[in-house]
Structures are given as structure tokens and as C-alpha cells.
């Protein structure tokens, strides 16, 4: 069974478009989070939300927006797709706030 | 500044060899203490972690971890490198104190790890 799971593993698109990525964990956490990893494979975070409030939103562009529709699920939405958007998204979630985080596989955005 | 560092970009061993990752921190008071690992086209995974007590933490996959207040270090160390622990290896902490939790996780920049045969 897949604790973290998102879709797609892959996304191209061209560059303007709106995208989504989607995240879902069945391990009762409730905690989910959204990391960036650049090219040279640095992690930052982008969004974290506990119980379904947004805890955090680091300087990121108003063009990504997350939606939680319940504690379980949080998705990804990006608006007007730059070049510099292309990177791997990784979903994570923890139970409570103590930094032992599980990770999806990745979405890799290739933005044309 | 708050930072957590990664010396070695990369390190190369032999199948068999012992391996040690060094992890350095920058932060007033010592924070909560992770490694993870990503093999290639995965996600990240917990390897251990340290919160307090015991400086040595063992962790999964044959991986420990020392805790060293005086040098502001948690190397991870593995007695037997295997093939399969060709990876990219990632120290990250938490700061303690104040308002926050895991939101504040900050990664250092990984140290991708070789295994030649």
C-alpha cells in the first residue's frame, strides 16, 4: 500500500498553461506539506498544512496555489507555467510537526 | 546565520567499505536532527533522527548516527556499504524553540553516495 501517493510522476506542458498535481496519504496524518527540488537537487519547502489550515508559505509565487479538500489530500495548483517552474514536486506529510516526514515519489514538471 | 552543511558532494566507496556522511549545523541552540535518503527517482526517507538522550540513534537499513554537541556535528555512519545504499543522502534539522515544527525543516545539500562493486 502506497503511504504517499501523487499524480502524475510525469508532467509536461508548455509554458502559460495551468497545471495541477495531486496528493494523497493514507496514513492518518495530519500534517501534508509541498517541497520543491531544483535541478541540483535542493529541497525547499513551499507549503505545509496541519489539519487543514495553511501553516506556512514561503516566498513562493501567488501562481501556486494548494488546496485541501480534507486532512488527507492536498493539491497543487499552478497558474500561467514559467520555465523556471521545471523542477521535481515532492508531496510529504507527519503526524504532528517534529520533522519525521514521509514523501511521495516525485512529479517532475518539464515546462516548455 | 541558521545553516546546516554537507560537506562532501560526493563520495565514491567501495562495496563493503564502512562510510561515514558528515553533517554540520549553524544554530543557537541544537535542533532536532534527521538524515534521509533518496535513491534515485524516489521520494525521501526517514533514515533517523535525534531529538535528545542517547547521542548515538540508530536508524533503518544498517545506518547510526553520532550527535556531537562540541563539534555542532551528526555524521551517519554505516559498518558495510551495499550496493543498494547508492543514493543521494540528505541531513536536515528543525530548529527548537519558538513557534513551528516541521514547516521549519531545512535540508543541507545532500551528498550523493557511489558504490563501485
Given at each position: 500500500d502506497t503511504a504517499v501517493s501523487q499524480?502524475?510522476?510525469?508532467?509536461?506542458?508548455?509554458?502559460?498553461?495551468?497545471?495541477?498535481?495531486?496528493?494523497?496519504?493514507?496514513?492518518?496524518?495530519?500534517?501534508?506539506?509541498?517541497?520543491?527540488q531544483d535541478s541540483k537537487?535542493?529541497?525547499?519547502?513551499?507549503?505545509?498544512?496541519?489539519?487543514?489550515?495553511?501553516?506556512?508559505?514561503?516566498?513562493?509565487p501567488n501562481r501556486f496555489s494548494p488546496k485541501s479538500p480534507d486532512k488527507a489530500h492536498l493539491n497543487l495548483h499552478i497558474n500561467s507555467l514559467e520555465l523556471g517552474d521545471s523542477a521535481v514536486y515532492f508531496c510529504a506529510s507527519s503526524q504532528g510537526r517534529q520533522g519525521s516526514l514521509f514523501f511521495g515519489s516525485g512529479t517532475q514538471l518539464s515546462v516548455l | 546565520a541558521q545553516s546546516v552543511t554537507q560537506p562532501d558532494i560526493h563520495i565514491t566507496v567501495s562495496e563493503g567499505a564502512s562510510l561515514e556522511l558528515r553533517c554540520n549545523y549553524s544554530y543557537g541552540a541544537t535542533p532536532y536532527l534527521f538524515w534521509y535518503v533518496q535513491s534515485p527517482g524516489q521520494g525521501l526517507q526517514l533514515l533517523l533522527k535525534y531529538f535528545s538522550g542517547d547521542t548515538l540513534v540508530q536508524g533503518i537499513k544498517g545506518f547510526e548516527a553520532e550527535f556531537k554537541r562540541s563539534q555542532s556535528s551528526f555524521n551517519l555512519r554505516k559498518p558495510s556499504v551495499h550496493w543498494s545504499d547508492a543514493a543521494e543522502y540528505f541531513c536536515a534539522v528543525v530548529p527548537r524553540g519558538g513557534q513551528g515544527g516541521s514547516e521549519k525543516l531545512v535540508f543541507g545539500k545532500g551528498t550523493k553516495l557511489t558504490v563501485n562493486p
Open positions: 499524480t502524475p510522476k510525469y508532467l509536461v506542458t508548455q509554458m502559460g498553461n495551468d497545471k495541477s498535481i495531486k496528493c494523497e496519504q493514507n496514513l492518518g496524518h495530519d500534517t501534508m506539506y509541498w517541497y520543491k537537487k535542493f529541497l525547499k519547502i513551499m507549503f505545509s498544512y496541519n489539519n487543514k489550515e495553511l501553516i506556512i508559505n514561503e516566498t513562493v | -
